[in-house]
């Protein structure tokens, strides 16, 4: 959509464009557009027109239906919608419809906004290219080659290919960030319990956390304000209310402490590299004060990250068993039951995450693997809380590389790993993360940089994403 | 109980594991209702039928009733925290149960027995329970079985479990424990103690020693359903074990099933037994630490524990009571009845026999018990300690009581249950002696075991109307009289 969010919105609740205008063109749009792309994996036209009529209606009737009044918005099929299936991208939930809303769904709702699909993504929100979908790849609307990171990869190429303003996705180790930015748009993770996982399909709940993919760092700043707060049903939600980001998006940097980050820049591709020392440089001259720090910490997070997110994910994926929902291959009894359904209906990535977290949690191996993994996360959070004494917020790029050709990297899975190594520190710190596009690299694709603050710091991430924006070149044209 | 087969020179070691329901209003982790006996698959939602993206919320009601229960077995409150224990079972909707595990909410405590034992409690944690699979068709065994039901109202149901050092000693001494620990569980309102719905259930611990010597390898024994299932299969547990030692074998530790029906364990030797838990700390919650206040709360609303108000009464007998006084005690106090005889006694009823009326007619009407008016029941028992009522008369008069409510002389009055005048009583008495010259003799010859024929005739001939004690008394003052 060539339209922000805001001002759509801002359209809609001045009736100078109706509800029902906004979601034909994301409709009409995502029919010629999608075919090619495959960011959805269900559009539900006739609800969002339904809705639409229902925003245009309160309008009319002089009542304000919101923020996000009449903005179509796609969600990661990871997010519970009820009576609309949920599957994760896994055969293993095939046609399941969910009998609840999750709660980022009922805000969003409750803000005006129209949901007009479910998005592609890695099956359980395991992969960083969302190859691993049951229902094949999504294309990057840049270049059709290459993927469009993962495993929000649906969301992001959504947003990317102007079939939406505005998407949610998931972030476990950088599921938001990471396609954010091999897809050039705005991307951003919140601090752990900021948004309710009530309805969020858990792939590993001590790192999980819903978060906006945007054109925009305001439009991202608005919807993260709609679907951030207490949230009873979410024992891990935090009780302080949703954080005022809108209007940090324009303060600016001017006197702020900003970390440029060692580990998030060496061993970057050197395209990626120029780029993150180009957005130190605006931000030095938009009036912050810009140093290097090292925190050798963040070396071991990624291997951290794929001992804990396995063993939480080998716990949390065991209920898919065919005895209650979803898919089921009889067996001659139940136990053959389980193991033929898990056969069939999980992917290649998903069984070897299973079998790497069982392994991890094992009798004889937990102290090693889990709970040596555990301590390791504590280094990190150590090593950011040090960084944190001298500065405000942080800066890196959000990826080692652009975005890569698809299949380049099916056949390696620890290449993919790899993937994440920037952004797996703020999921085991629990801390605030955000990407934002920030010019392009080698062959004109999208490079993104990312800027990190600490727990709470939402403010101050979005001040330091809107002065990035503000001085970013500009990211390349869609071909879609 | 049958301790006595255990052969000289041995001894039991028994631990408990008691698993109780907790009698909250809802789920521990969702806000269905924690409902027994409802139509299969009501009483659930997506978070206790653990959907893809619901989470658990710790329900306080939950928290409160196993501080209760820790503080009424002298444990320590701890800041606890949950884990997640994995294993797959289709009545398990997650395919792992949250419980806790390394960091429980009561820790260390004791519980003293009515003897005056004491046992060791090593914890008591909470846990969520699991649903109920019903196999059907062909032999109805789970192997046997053509399809399974599986009903998950009971899924995500409060459980705490208590654990006891294996200091018991004994089957007996193990009933003992278990009724002590269901008397305590009733009475700080925890749970409802039934062990025939499930709402309490025991597993076992057992193995055995030549005295003095260490530990033995132990065998957990599951599905002891009643007290008289524990002590059996306890009591037969360690004959099997001692049986083994002796023939030169070994215990090999492992789970044993207790087959009611064929009173013997069995082992259950599955591929459940090889199960790795892999335990880890549950991410969808918070630690849990009741503050001091808390704590300070839930004990200030604790009232008496089951031996202190076991004690009490035992004061109004004078001390001293009887083997079946000691029973009748305990009855009152498991039914909560001990207020209603201390406010009978205070109003003048005699002590054993408001004791034994509570503990035997008023308890079995226990719906009724608490709208009986203390000052109408020791009116009623007055009349009966005088003779004025005969013991089967109260009787009518109590159950008219607990039914009806009113004055016990009215109703004696209007049932017609005055008892008989003296001179009525001993023509009775007459008619009985002469309809029976042979069985006089002997009574007069001194065999008293034809005082009771004599006392149940007169009772038969005055339809219930004479009262027993008076009729024994002139039976008694009739032989001297005829032996004099």
Known sequence: MSASAIALAAEVRSKKRSARDAVEESLAKIAAGDPEIHAFVEVLADRALERADEIDRAVASGSDPGPLAGVPVALKDNICTSGIPTTCSSKILAGWRPPYDATVVERLRAAGAII????????????????????????NPHDHERVPG?????????????????????????????????????????????????GLVAFASSLDQIGPLAGTVADAAVTLQVIAGHDRRDSTSLAAPAPDVVAAVNRGVEGKRIGLVTELVDGTAPDVAARVRQAADALAAAGALVDE?????????????????????????????????GLRVDAPDVAAMNVATRTAGFGAEVKRRIMLGTYALSAGYYDAYYAQAQRVRTLVADGFAYAYTRFDGLLGATTPTTAFRIGDRTDDPLSMYLSDTCTVPANLAGHPSISVPFGTGDGGLPVGVQALAPALGEQMLFALAGALERAAPESGAVTA | MSDVGLAPGWEMVIGLEVHCELATRTKLFCGCPNMFGDEPNTNICPVCLGLPGALPVLNRQAVELAMRIGLALQCEIAPSSFHRKNYFY?????????????????KGGRLELPDGSVIGIERAHIEEDTGKTTHVGGSGRIGGADYALVDYNRAGVPLVEIVSAPDIRSAAQARAYAGELRAILVSTGASDGRMEEGSMRVDANVSVRRAGEEFGTRCEIKNLNSMRSLTRAIAFEADRQVALLEAGGRVVQETRHWDEGEGRTLSMRSKEEAN???????????????????????????????????????????????????????????????????????????????????????????????D????????????????????????????????HGGDPTEIAK?????????RALAGAIAQVIDAHPAEWEKFVAGDDKVAGFFTGQVMRATANKANGKLVAAELARLRSESSG
């Not at chain 1, 960083?128 to 979908?133: D, G």
């Not at chain 2, 289709?90 to 595990?101: E, G, R």
């Not at chain 2, 300070?296 to 604790?302: H, I, P």
């Not at chain 2, 209007?414 to 003296?422: A, I, N, P, Q, Y």
């Open chain 1, 293 to 325: 720090v090292a925190i050798p910490q963040f070396r071991y997070g990624l291997a951290a990250y794929y001992l804990i997110a396995p063993a939480e994910a080998s716990s949390n994926l065991a209920r898919f068993d065919g005895v209650r929902y």
């Open chain 1, 116 to 139: 007009v699909g479910k998005t592609n993504m890695d099956e359980f929100a395991m992969g960083s290219s969302t190859e691993n979908s049951c229902s094949g790849p999504t294309r």
């Open chain 1, 150 to 198: 993962g495993s929000s990869g649906g969301s992001a190429a959504a947003v990317a290919a102007g079939f939406v303003p505005l998407a949610l996705g998931s972030d476990t180790g950088g599921s938001i960030r990471q396609p954010a930015a091999l897809c050039g748009v705005v991307g951003m993770k919140p601090t752990y319990g900021v948004v309710s996982r009530y």
């Open chain 2, 414 to 422: 209007v049932m017609g249950l005055e008892s008989m005048d003296s």
């Open chain 2, 372 to 403: 009986l008016d203390p000052g109408s029941f020791a009116k009623l028992l007055v009349l009966e300690a005088s003779g004025e009522l005969s013991a089967t008369q109260a009787k009518d008069v109590l159950a008219e009581l607990l039914t």
């Open chain 2, 276 to 370: 790795d838990y892999r335990y880890f700390p549950e991410p969808d919650l918070v630690a849990l630490a009741p503050d001091g206040r808390w704590q300070a709360e839930v004990a200030a609303s604790l009232g008496a524990l089951p031996a202190k108000r076991r004690a009490g009464l035992v004061g109004l007998l004078g001390g001293d009571p009887s083997p079946a006084q000691i029973d009748q005690i305990r009855s009152v106090v498991a039914s909560g009845l001990d207020d209603l005889v201390t406010a009978a006694c205070a109003r003048g009823a005699p002590a054993p026999l408001a004791v034994a009326r509570t503990a035997n007619e008023v308890a079995a009407n226990a719906e009724r018990a608490g």
């Open chain 2, 90 to 106: 289709p009545d398990m909707p997650k395919d792992f149960q949250i419980s806790q595990y390394d960091a429980p909410i009561n």
